[in-house]
């Protein structure tokens, strides 16, 4: 029997009401807050105790049991426990199984198991609902971003047969990660030699200071991260809740990473001006994510500061 068709698990959560994100948000963080409570160690009594667990503490065993199902002999907790970690594993793999299915078919793991036709045919399609079209000799559809010397370089030919909505959702998710991969990059270089906040206590390599920051800082964060990603989303983000074409899909006038936000009114007025500071800022953005992601490797490997290890200090 067929069922009526409905929205996959995975386009479902732009629709979710804005007021349930905060109660789900303020769940899971009190969920997290006791299982952190529970087990792991204060990162405050120092840098030994940094994302390590309690000595006397035993992984997984939060002391909730309101249904008494624990056994009190130990041979039967034990397998118990084994029950546990292979229902858990293999709730792993099905939950990435599910993801995956439904991104590539956009249709219910149960449609797709009983034939229903959807969306989407055959694997090859990749998911993606909107026409595909190209343009020839247009670049990226026109986008800033062929630089000398490399020009048009698509090497894994990742624009092939890629609809043009795709390619403007793509370079808008190119230019948030390079901007704030150069905030990034900065705050390598300046937080590790000068940072006087929270009483210059906070030291060391960067990837060490984020279990040290207080606690009533991460609201503010979180808050200030808030709203600059709804004011971006405000700005050239489609509403989910218009259509089920509108879900990951940028406004039809959008243009990739143009938020109104000129502060200091450096943007050209002449056009051949202001696409060669779009060019600039792809090149630095790319750069950044590369610069960044250098600085995080090197400081898991070394666990010293970029700069000690530059100027070779123990």
């Known amino acids: 029997m067929l069922i009526e068709h409905a929205a996959a698990a995975i386009n479902q959560i732009p629709e979710i009401p804005v007021p349930l994100w905060f109660i789900l948000t303020l769940a899971i963080g009190i969920a997290e807050g006791a299982r952190i409570q529970a087990g792991w160690s204060n990162p405050y009594e120092g840098m030994e105790n940094v994302q390590r667990l309690k000595p006397e503490y035993v992984p997984g065993s939060l002391g909730f049991d309101p249904l008494g199902l624990k056994p009190e002999d130990p041979e039967e907790f034990r397998i118990m426990q084994e029950k546990e970690l292979s229902h858990g594993r293999l709730a792993m793999l099905a939950a990435a199984g599910f993801l995956a299915q439904e991104t590539i078919t956009q249709q219910t793991w149960l449609e797709t198991l009983q034939g229903v036709p959807g969306p989407t045919a055959m694997l090859a399609v990749s998911g993606r609902q909107a026409p595909r079209a190209t343009k020839a000799g247009e670049f990226c559809f026109g986008l800033p971003g062929n630089i000398a010397p490399a020009g048009n370089w698509d090497p894994l030919n990742l624009l092939e047969g890629v609809s043009k909505d795709e390619v403007m959702r793509r370079r808008e998710a190119e230019l948030t990660h390079g901007r704030v991969s150069m905030l990034a990059a900065l705050g390598f270089l300046v937080q590790e ?20 920051i207080p606690v009533p800082m991460w609201f503010v964060m979180t808050l200030a991260i808030g709203i ?71 400081e898991t490997i070394t666990q010293q500061p970029w700069l000690e290890t530059l100027i070779g200090s123990n």
């Open 228 to 298: 600059a990603e709804s004011a971006r989303i405000q700005a050239g983000w489609a509403n989910p809740y218009e259509g089920m074409d509108k879900v990951q899909r940028l406004k039809a006038g959008y243009t990739p990473g143009d938020l109104g936000f000129d502060p200091l009114g450096l943007k050209p007025e002449d056009p051949e001006e202001f696409r060669i500071m779009q060019e600039k800022e792809l090149s630095h953005g790319r750069l950044a994510m590369i610069a960044a992601a250098g600085f995080l490797a090197q």
């Open 193 to 212: 030699s000068f940072h006087p906040l929270f009483g210059g206590q906070i030291g060391g390599p960067a990837i060490k200071m984020i279990p040290e």
